[in-house]
């Protein structure tokens, strides 16, 4: 039996992940609930949480801790890391394994352990477009120098991405395996895509960084050319840019078009690929999108900004579609193009399904971190 310390940022305790690292987690950890021979300590801290909540199922025991919200940064998460190391040894953990917080990274690399980081987010870039100075972008960027400390460090690397593993050449010498993202399994299984008319689903949070204005100025372009389409965009909407957004859903005339749903149960978002025939997502910054990968999973024509990790994503435009991240009239321009002959963007769809399978399936994906745990307890 062995145990892992698996530090992380887990689902909020008693509500299913909606997207971001804690779905990934949540995918990854559910893999491992029935699986023998291993035990893994998930811990999580979370801000002002009252009380310390613990619940295990099977193999997995989910661990959430209170933490303070503020001045964290300002002192290098400190506190933070000496809370999870001690844990570490209070659960008797034989490995540490790290993501995607600096602090969860720090503890781990830092432990007296075999240690493995997974690198979800390039820090100092998903600022982009807040402005150089603003608070955000000085945060990110004192997290990106800890977070390349913690990679020094490391005796190993998980790399979801190629864009990733671009980012990590030259200054680390830690072993880097490639291993992607896993998603649920019911992905895998919703109805084949029905190709008549233009449904439009873009998943995520609602933000700067995930640029959802850019597709909701494209569907005004859309209106305007006459092209009928339904968009719904799912995702926690950030309040500063929130006005902004049903501002510009009013001006346009798209009330009955585009509908701002925020967050939605596990139930919803698995509808909503099974309504959808096309995945948009026009991020300014991405490492491996996972909206994109769900609609992989799923058989949806995935189009994606042609920005940072994702065109690596799409395999240069093998398993999806890409258009110009600055322009709406790029990816309005795609869009009229899929509604008027979606037949080869259908094509490459059912191609990509596949692919996804063998790529992105929780049980492959746990059979290699698997692989990396035992390579590294073998080497210490």
């Known amino acids: 039996m062995i145990t892992i310390g698996y530090l992380t940022d887990l689902p909020e305790p008693g509500k299913p992940a909606f997207s971001g690292v804690p ?8 893999e491992f609930e029935n699986r023998p021979g291993i035990r893994i300590e998930a811990v999580a801290l979370v801000n ?3 009380e310390p909540v613990i619940v295990q199922r099977g193999s997995v025991t989910y661990r959430h801790y209170p933490c303070k919200s503020a001045w964290k940064t300002a002192t290098l998460f400190s506190a933070e890391i000496r809370m ?9 953990c034989d490995l540490a394994h790290g993501q995607p917080t600096v602090f969860n990274m720090l503890a781990a690399a830092g432990s007296d352990l ?3 980081l997974t690198v979800h987010g390039l820090l100092g870039r998903e600022t982009k477009g807040l402005g150089r100075f603003s608070k955000a972008s000085l945060q990110a960027g004192v997290k990106e120098l800890m977070q390349k400390s913690a990679c020094k460090r490391a005796n190993a690397i998980i790399s979801i991405s190629p864009y990733v593993n671009q980012y990590l050449a030259g200054w680390t010498k830690a072993k880097v395996w490639d291993i992607p993202n896993p998603i649920d399994p019911e992905f895998f299984e919703v109805p084949p895509v029905n190709p008549d008319g233009l449904r439009i689903l873009c998943v995520g949070s609602v933000s700067i960084r995930k640029n959802q204005l850019l597709l909701v100025n494209a569907c005004a372009a859309l209106r305007q050319r006459g092209v009928e389409f339904l968009c719904r965009i799912i995702g926690w909407i950030d309040p500063v840019l929130e006005p902004e957004l049903r501002q510009t859903i009013r001006g346009s005339g798209l009330e009955a078009s585009v509908t701002l749903e925020g967050k939605v149960p596990a139930s919803t978002i698995l509808e909503a690929y099974s309504w959808a025939n096309v995945v948009a997502l026009p991020s300014r910054e991405e490492t491996s999108p996972l909206s994109l990968i ?3 999973a799923g058989g949806r024509i995935a189009i994606g ?3 940072a990790g994702t065109p690596l994503l799409l395999d240069n435009e ?13 990816l309005a321009g795609l869009l009229e193009s899929i509604a008027a002959n979606p037949a080869p963007y259908c094509l490459k769809a059912t191609s990509a399904a596949g692919h996804a399978r063998t790529t992105f399936h929780p049980s492959g994906i746990a059979d290699r ?3 990396v745990y035992r390579s590294l307890l073998g080497r210490f």
């Open 23 to 30: 779905k990934v987690a949540e995918s990854f950890l559910r």
């Open 48 to 50: 002002d949480l009252p």
């Open 84 to 92: 999870l190391r001690r844990l570490m040894k209070e659960f008797s």
């Open 114 to 116: 075999p240690n493995v």
């Open 294 to 296: 769900q609609a992989l």
């Open 305 to 307: 900004a042609n920005e």
């Open 318 to 330: 093998r398993w999806g579609t890409v258009f110009n991240g600055t322009s709406h009239d790029s």
């Open 369 to 371: 971190t698997l692989e």
